[in-house]
C-alpha cells in the first residue's frame, strides 16, 4: 500500500487517478469480462505510470522502482484477464504462476513492494476464482508481515486465506511464535497437527480411492512442474507436510527445553513420517549432537571439581575424564546415533554436506584416538586373549561398529561427496588405530578411482613429509599404481610436477641477481 500511495499522483496531474483506482478499474473490467475498455483503461494507466516514471528515472533507479514494479503489475493483470473467461489448461495456468514467482522472488527486500504485489495478485486470482491460489498469496502475504513485526496484518492475511478453505495452522503457530508466545505456540501447533491428523483419517475412510487421486493430483501440480514432471513423487505428497510440520514442532521443542527424551521421540517421529528426507535426518543427528556435546562437557567440569577438590592433584584429570566418558554406555548411544542420523541424510541430499560430513569424520577418527589413549580396557591395541575380547557396549566394540558404518557409507555416498571434507580424510592419514587406518584408506582410494587428479594433488605433496604421513602416502601411491589403465602415468607425472615446484621453492638466488632465466636455472621445467 505504501508503494501505491507514494506514486499515487502519477506523474502530478492534479486530475490522474491514483494507482490504487487504475487497478481497481481494471479488476472490475475484468470481472465483467469486458475486453474492449479494459485494453483503454490499460493504457491510460501505463499512459500514468509511465509519465511518472519519466520524472523518476532522470533521478535515480531507487526513485523510479515504485513505478517499475506498477507497470509489472499491470502486465500481470493483463496476463491474468487473457485467461478469464477461458477453460485455460491446467499446465498453462502453472506457467503464468510459476512466471509470477520467479518476478516476485526478484523484487527487492521491501516489504511494501512485495506486499503491493501480493495484494494485486490475490485480487487478480479472486477474480479468476482460484481459490487455492488466491490462498496461497494470503499465506505469503502473512508470512511478509509476520516477517517484519506486523502481526495484526499478519492474522489478517492467514484468516483470509482460511476462509478460502486452507488450512493455515502452521502459519498461525508461527505468528504466535514471533510475537514471543513460544509455549502458546507449541501447545497450539500440536493441538492443531493432532485434529487435523484425526480428520484427514476420517476423510480418507470415507472418499473413494479415485477422490483421493483426484484431490492429489489438484495439490500436486505445482510442484511437479517445477520438478521435471514427476507428479507422482513423495516429496509432494502429504507425508512430507506432516514430517515438516512435526519437525517445527520438535525444533520449538528443544528451542523451549522440553525434556530431551519427547524432544527425540517427535524428532524420530519426523523420520518415520518421511523417511528419505535429508532435513528431518541432520536435525535428529543435530540434536544428538547437542546431547553429545553437553555430556562432555559436563564430564569435564566433573573432573576438573574432583581436581581442585584432591590436594596435590595431577594433571591426569583430563585424561581419566576422557577414558570415563567414553565408557559411558549415554556417550556410546549418543555417538552412534550422531553417526547413524547425519549419515543418512546424506543419502538423500547436499544441502547440510558441509556441516554433516565433516563432523562424522570428526568424530569418528577422535573416538578412535580418545579409544587408543585410554589403554589395553577399550582400545583395540589390546592383545588377544583370554577376557580380552571386546564385549557389546564397550568402547572398543563400538569402534569396530562406527568402522563397520563408515564402510557401508563409503558404499551409498557418491564419490565426489567425499571431496568436501577430503583434505580432513588426507589430514588423518596418519591415525594410530589399525582398524581406523585401514577404513581411511578404502575412502582414499575409492575416491581416487573416481577423481585421481584431486586426491593425488593432496596425496604426492604427503609423500614428501617424514615419518608415518611419508609412509603411509607411499603405500597409498604403490597401491593406487595397480590400479592399471592411466593411474601409473599420472602419479610418476604428479611426482615430476611436485619435484619441479620444489625446486621452485628452494632456489637460491645471489644478492647481487634479481632476475632468472627458467632454461639455466631450471633446465627440468
Known sequence: AGLARRGGSMGGGAGKPSFEIHVSKLLLLMRAQEAAP???????????????????????????????????????????????????????????????????????????????????????LRVLGWAQDEGAA?????????????????????????????????????VMWARGEQEDALSFLEKEAAFVEARAIEQAEELSTGALSEVS????????????????????????KRAETLLLMAQWM????????????????????????????????????????????QFV??????KRRRKGGSSAGATMATSADIQHPDFLTYLQQVLKYYGRSLLYGAEHIFQSLPRILTLWLDFGMD?????????????????????????????????????????????????VAFSQVISRIAHPVKSVYEVLEQIILHVMRAFPQQVLWRLVAVAKLNGVRRERALDLLKKAEQFGGEMKRLIAEFRDVTNAFLEVCNISLPKTKFEITVSKSLPRL
Open 38 to 124: 479494459f485494453a483503454d483503461a490499460l493504457e491510460t494507466a501505463r499512459a500514468d505510470v509511465a509519465a511518472s516514471l519519466a520524472i523518476g528515472v532522470a533521478d535515480s533507479y531507487s526513485r523510479a522502482y515504485t513505478e517499475m514494479v506498477q507497470l509489472g503489475l499491470l502486465t500481470e493483470l493483463e496476463e491474468a484477464f487473457a485467461f478469464r473467461g477461458l477453460s485455460a489448461n491446467a499446465a498453462e495456468a502453472r506457467n503464468l504462476l510459476a512466471e509470477w514467482q520467479s518476478r516476485l522472488e526478484l523484487l527487492s527486500a521491501s516489504t511494501e513492494a512485495r506486499a503491493l504485489t501480493l495484494h494485486v495478485r490475490a485480487s487478480a
Open 138 to 174: 494470503w499465506v505469503v502475504l502473512a508470512g511478509l508481515y509476520c516477517d517484519s513485526k506486523r502481526f495484526p496484518a499478519a492474522t489478517t492475511s492467514l484468516l483470509r486465506a482460511q476462509d478460502l478453505g486452507l488450512t493455515v495452522f502452521v502459519e498461525s503457530a508461527k
Open 217 to 240: 493430483a489438484r495439490t500436486g501440480a505445482g510442484e511437479s512442474g517445477r520438478r521435471g514432471g514427476n507428479g507422482g513423487s513423495a516429496g509432494d505428497g502429504p507425508e512430507k
Open 254 to 297: 528443544e528451542a523451549t527445553n522440553k525434556l530431551y527424551k519427547r524432544t527425540i521421540q517427535r524428532y524420530t517421529q519426523v523420520t518415520k513420517t518421511y523417511q528419505k528426507w535429508e532435513e528431518g535426518s541432520f536435525y535428529l543427528g543435530q540434536y544428538y549432537d547437542r546431547l553429545l556435546r553437553e555430556f562432555k562437557k
Open 301 to 306: 567440569l566433573a573432573a576438573e571439581r574432583k
Open 371 to 419: 579409544v587408543h589413549a585410554a589403554g589395553p580396557s577399550g582400545s583395540p591395541r589390546s592383545k588377544g586373549g583370554k577376557g580380552s575380547a571386546a564385549r557389546d557396549g564397550t568402547p572398543a566394540e563400538t569402534l569396530k561398529q562406527c568402522n563397520k558404518f563408515m564402510l557401508q557409507l563409503l558404499s551409498r555416498m557418491y564419490e565426489h561427496q567425499w571431496l
